[in-house]
């Protein structure tokens, strides 16, 4: 087993600072739930499987994982201004409780989520600001889905046309 030194060293995913311990049930249970509402669309099961845990979160890095969750989850379910909360939310848990190496895959990763938020919840300039980095970020990684549904919500939002 590597030792926190090493894990920094190496860059190892979901690093946690010294002293912090994430229950790796709650990240699965995160990925889990980011699994099902991106692909699955069973956003009655996600919002099951979410209710399911009651414990208060041990660390913000825990409490950023569940707002993740939380924020696709009002996304598909028509609420972007509580996804908006719930994104920042978690971007700005994870810039205080992620280490260092692991902070930039994060946000790139929540970025998508949180442009989405943004435009459908009528903050055009905001999500066109985030759309040059996200689109950088969804072509690198293969996922046109969500680059689409950014630009078509900036559109209806009256961004104008976006390619």
Same mark, same amino acid.
């Given at each position: 087993?590597?030792?926190?030194?090493?894990?920094?060293?190496?860059?190892?995913?979901?690093?946690?600072?010294?002293?912090?311990?994430?229950?790796?049930?709650?990240?699965?249970?995160?990925?889990?739930?980011?699994?099902?509402?991106?692909?699955?669309?069973?956003?009655?099961?996600?919002?099951?499987?979410?209710?399911?845990?009651?414990?208060?979160?041990?660390?913000?890095?825990?409490?950023?994982?569940?707002?993740?969750?939380?924020?696709?989850?009002?996304?598909?379910?028509?609420?972007?201004?509580?996804?908006?909360?719930?994104?920042?939310?978690?971007?700005?848990?994870?810039?205080?409780?992620?280490? #260092?190496? $692991?902070?930039?895959?994060? =946000?790139?990763?929540?970025?998508?989520? %949180?442009?989405? +938020?943004?435009?459908? /919840?009528? *903050?055009?300039?905001?999500?066109?600001?985030?759309?040059?980095?996200?689109?950088?970020?969804?072509? #690198?990684? $293969?996922?046109?889905?969500? =680059?689409?549904?950014?630009?078509?919500? %900036?559109?209806? +939002?009256?961004?104008? /046309?976006? *390619?």
């Amino acid at each position: 087993m590597a030792s926190e030194g090493q894990r920094r060293q190496n860059g190892l995913p979901f690093e946690q600072k010294p002293g912090r311990r994430v229950p790796w049930v709650v990240l699965i249970l995160a990925t889990v739930l980011v699994l099902v509402v991106e692909y699955r669309r069973d956003l009655h099961g996600a919002r099951e499987e979410l209710a399911k845990v009651t414990t208060p979160p041990t660390s913000l890095l825990e409490a950023a994982f569940r707002s993740v969750a939380q924020g696709l989850l009002d996304i598909e379910e028509g609420r972007p201004a509580d996804a908006v909360l719930s994104l920042t939310r978690a971007r700005r848990a994870f810039e205080r409780d992620a280490a #260092a190496s $692991s902070v930039e895959g994060l =946000l790139l990763w929540i970025s998508p989520f %949180l442009c989405l +938020a943004l435009a459908q /919840a009528g *903050h055009v300039e905001k999500a066109r600001a985030m759309l040059p980095h996200v689109t950088r970020y969804l072509e #690198a990684t $293969s996922l046109p889905e969500w =680059l689409q549904r950014c630009r078509d919500a %900036l559109t209806m +939002a009256g961004g104008g /046309a976006l *390619h």
